[in-house]
């Protein structure tokens, strides 16, 4: 009889633990969810390597021991030979899990890959897959676009608001935008009217970034020499389209007016973020004056700097004047133009998400980071751009943002100095330095090595040649900038490279 009830016990027990397991493994399955490839590569990115570093936001709900299955096609039916699957991938960061491709198993270049993941429990319970795409082009951000912005002076929209916010270029994140009312005509048109007649072979459009609906479906660019008779420019027309970004190339239209013409669009109303166009050539020659200067490329998507940059420079008592230029009019080209060549190159931060900008504007920052010989300090973005010039999926979102600059003493990370330099000559170990950003350098180029580190890369320093990047902004003036030295100490190190440069060549 006992050994009855101990077998009643046990099988009872049995029964609630499976019952247990039931409940725990329908909650987790409810809560799994697929992770978010809004990362890098975000959706239809360029990517400039063919060994990428995949990265996408780590999942939320369910249990926290979670893995990833991670399949990557060139077909959105992820059935054919060229299928890359990775399975039982941990975790590897608190918010951004990466996955690096190998040397061999290096992408096709100049070709569309489709990429998917989905979350896997401790029980083997799978998430939905997230999907995304993107495509693969090498030599992309090889060499400087050979365009120049076209000044928009007027601009008309057939129906909505706020059509101004699609050449509103000094928007922030560009998250302003011009939609059509819902629910609307079943056509709609953009005129744009630039003041004189130019020459115009590239447009630039940015729809919703966030979700399809607002993409334009159907539509075509349209040239008119009076603004009243229209001409379709034949390349520019595009039937089923389903992104929300649009780089266009067509043979050069001379026209003063131009007018998107949109035929069809997803969801109830049509929305725009913004729209540039673009003219062959190459930009203006910067003044640029007799006496010792720096060169700073402004990075903000107008072309101007985050930070009192420049003000910054000239205060520091050393002798050394500044020359502001965007960075989409920064080259190879321009700097070889230069009646006399700065003494340093700063390359400014940027507060605008550059998976909605039009990144091919900076190929000619890129070019200046690759071959120029003279020295060179990326600060914030700047910073970041020296690593994405050789891969741009070299720089992430970390998957938070740090603005330590505006959070109380308690949050502020201390940055850890790796190895002694120069550039932190009087800076002590750790300090501290504002930061505003939520990106980072993740794989620096192999040309560099980090420097300084705080829970990610601070700091960084090229082997070869004479380049500095820093995470932080040195140039804030608040009380607790202990980074403050770094920028002096940068200049003052460039002035004497500069000027025994300047010595061997006269002698």
């Not at 725990?24 to 697929?34: A, D, R, S």
């Not at 230069?338 to 605008?352: E, T, W, Y």
């Not at 009087?426 to 505003?436: H, L, Q």
């Not at 900038?481 to 025994?500: D, P, T, W």
């Amino acid at each position: 009889m006992i050994i009855l009830y101990i077998l009643i016990i046990i099988i009872l027990s049995l029964l609630v633990l499976y019952l247990v397991y039931l409940h725990y493994k329908n909650k987790i399955q409810h809560e799994l969810v697929p992770p978010k490839l809004t990362n890098n590569p975000s959706f239809d990115v360029i990517l400039t390597e063919t060994t990428p570093l995949l990265s996408f936001f780590n999942a939320k709900g369910g249990t926290k021991i979670r893995r990833y299955e991670v399949q990557l096609d060139k077909s959105k039916n992820f059935d054919t030979s060229d299928l890359m699957v990775f399975e039982n991938l941990p975790e590897n960061g608190e918010f951004v899990t990466d996955l690096k491709i190998k040397e061999d198993q290096a992408l096709t270049d100049k070709s569309q890959y489709y990429w998917r993941v989905r979350t896997i429990s401790p029980f083997g319970i799978k998430s939905k897959w997230e999907v995304s795409r993107f495509f693969v082009d090498t030599t992309s951000d090889d060499q400087f676009m050979n365009l120049t912005r076209a000044k928009i002076e007027k601009i008309e929209a057939s129906a909505g608001y706020n059509a101004k916010n699609i050449i509103d270029l000094d928007d922030p994140g560009l998250v302003t935008f011009w939609q059509s009312p819902p629910p609307g005509q079943s056509q709609h048109w953009l005129k744009f009217d630039l003041g004189s007649v130019q020459e115009i072979s590239r447009i630039w459009i940015l729809s919703n970034p966030n979700e399809p609906d607002g993409w334009l479906k159907s539509f075509v660019l349209q040239s008119s020499i009076n603004g009243q008779v229209w001409d379709d420019i034949t390349e520019t027309k595009i039937v089923n389209n389903d992104t929300f970004r649009n780089i266009i190339d067509f043979k050069k239209v001379t026209a003063r007016f131009f007018r998107l013409l949109i035929k069809e669009f997803v969801g109830y109303a049509a929305q725009i973020n913004e729209i540039i166009l673009y003219s062959p050539g190459q930009p203006p020659i910067p003044h640029i004056p007799e006496s010792d200067y720096i060169l700073i490329v402004g990075n903000e998507h107008n072309g101007f700097t985050f930070t009192d940059l420049a003000k910054h420079i000239e205060s520091l008592s050393l002798g050394l004047k500044t020359v502001t230029i965007p960075y989409f009019e920064a080259s190879m080209e321009v700097l070889e133009r230069l009646p006399k060549k700065p003494v340093a190159i700063v390359l400014s931060g940027n507060n605008a998400d550059y998976p909605n900008l039009p990144m091919f504007e900076h190929n000619g920052e890129f070019e200046i980071i690759r071959q120029s010989n003279i020295p060179i300090l990326g600060i914030c973005a700047g910073h970041q751009f020296l690593a994405m010039a050789y891969g741009y999926s070299r720089g992430r979102s970390m998957g938070w943002s740090d603005i330590s600059a505006m959070e109380p003493q308690t949050r502020r990370a201390k940055i850890k100095i790796l190895e002694q330099d120069p550039i932190f000559e009087g800076v002590k170990n750790d300090f501290i330095a504002p930061e505003i950003h939520s990106w980072a350098v993740v794989e620096p180029s192999e040309e560099f090595k980090i420097i300084a580190k705080s829970t990610y890369v601070q700091a960084q320093k090229s082997t070869q040649r004479f380049i500095y990047g820093v995470q932080f902004h040195g140039e804030i003036n608040v009380s607790y900038n202990e980074g403050k030295l770094v920028i002096e100490n940068f200049l003052k190190m460039a002035k004497h490279f500069s000027k025994r440069d300047k010595d061997v060549t006269d002698s």
